[in-house]
């Protein structure tokens, strides 16, 4: 089936420090790709819209100079938490589906990336 | 607008009893319907859908759910539940004529199997 990677899985950085989660679709071409935010025992909250070569889409509420979106080719997407702070910490989770498909097939989920801000 | 009710936040259960999580849904329009499992500090993955057709659906690891749309559910079922399904399980919910980006999650259930 088809695999989306994210990287890194876990990440600890200082106040005021910038982080990169990088999310890959490894065996597909994905166009699209959706950026998660779950807090402890909660759902997830969808943040933004990446979408290939283009501006990302946010979410209301989500501030895109805090988050920062790149979705550079067809099988990568990332996201900077910039100037990062405790309160960004959180489990990110990106999705993506394959290009082309037809909407009502399955997302594929990469296996999440946890950021703890000191 | 469309809403997805988890009905337990927890369900504790004995090894090889069965299962039900339930779901239920309110829409004004057609829907699609995911499960999807995760597992502690992991991403999510699909356990089964509803797209259209039977009402039905059989997914991975055993798990089933069924479609009623008088009811508006679609509840996830399994006969017999191992240790290894212990996770959190989401209902999700999808407009036909909308996009991904469109998605409903649901509250989620945690689901604990006793030994």
């Known amino acids: 089936g088809a695999v989306v990677s994210q990287h890194p899985s876990w990440v600890i950085c200082k106040s005021g420090t910038s982080v990169k989660i990088e999310c890959r679709s490894l065996?597909?071409?994905?166009?699209?790709m959706f950026w998660y935010r779950q807090f402890p025992k909660q759902s997830l909250m969808l943040m933004a819209t990446?979408?290939?070569?283009?501006?990302?889409?946010?979410e209301q509420g989500v501030e895109k100079d805090k988050f920062l979106i790149n979705h550079a080719s067809l099988t990568l997407s990332t996201l900077t938490v910039t100037s990062a702070h405790p309160e960004d910490s959180s489990f990110y989770i990106c999705s993506a589906r394959i290009a082309g498909g037809r909407w009502g097939g399955e997302l594929f989920f990469g296996e999440g990336s946890r950021l703890t801000v000191l | 607008a469309q809403s997805v009710t988890q009905l337990d936040s927890q369900v504790p259960v004995f090894e090889e009893a069965p299962v039900e999580l339930r779901c239920n849904y309110s829409s004004s329009v057609s829907v699609y319907l995911f499960w999807y499992v995760q597992y502690p500090n992991q991403g999510l993955q699909l356990l089964l859908k509803y797209l259209s057709g039977s009402t039905l659906v059989k997914g991975i690891n055993g798990f089933e759910a069924e479609f009623n749309k008088s009811q508006t559910s679609f509840h996830l079922r399994k006969p017999s539940v191992h240790i290894s399904d212990t996770a959190e399980y989401f209902c999700?919910?999808?407009?036909?004529?909308?996009?991904?980006?469109?998605?409903?999650f649901g509250s989620g259930t945690q689901l604990t199997v006793l030994p």
């Open positions: 999700v919910l999808g407009l036909s004529s909308g996009s991904a980006r469109q998605l409903t």
């Open positions: 065996d597909f071409q994905a166009t699209t």
């Open positions: 990446s979408n290939e070569g283009s501006k990302a889409t946010y």
